[in-house]
């Protein structure tokens, strides 16, 4: 093992459940990039928090994160405070679950049997 590995083997390590862990995608892997997802093999269920934490003052370019995570991050970043505050109240309004899933407790809903009927009218719900 090069001495470099033996850093980035440090770093992983730092992870709570690197002892029983055998996700091939580590965010905390320096080479995430170059490692491949088949599908079936486990998925890591390191938080995001966690991963920030322990990647934030390391070399990892993603600090931690997945590189879907931190896309999304650096989206989030650029977007303006306006929009922030825009997202944040559309989430926080959003409603119960039901108001989401119309067919599964909307009794408006006319339904055959157990099998709610949903009218699709093309638009995006």
Avoid at 45 to 70: A, C, F, M, V
Avoid at 80 to 94: G, P, S
Wanted: aromatic letters at 4%; one cysteine or more.
């Amino acid at each position: 093992m090069t001495s470099s590995e033996l850093h980035d083997n440090a770093i992983m390590q730092q992870c709570p459940k690197f002892i029983r862990c055998s996700a091939p995608n580590c965010p905390l892997d320096n080479d995430q990039e170059d490692r491949d997802y088949i599908k079936g093999e486990p998925i890591c269920t390191l938080s995001k928090n966690k991963g920030l934490k322990i990647g934030n003052d390391t070399p990892l370019p993603y600090q931690g994160l997945t590189k879907r995570e931190w896309s999304a991050k650096k989206a989030w970043e650029a977007l303006l405070e306006a929009d922030k505050a825009e997202r944040i109240t559309r989430l926080c309004f959003k409603g119960p679950i039901r108001s989401i899933s119309p067919g599964i407790s909307d009794p408006t809903l006319k339904s055959r049997g157990n099998i709610p009927l949903i009218k699709n009218t093309g638009e995006k719900q």
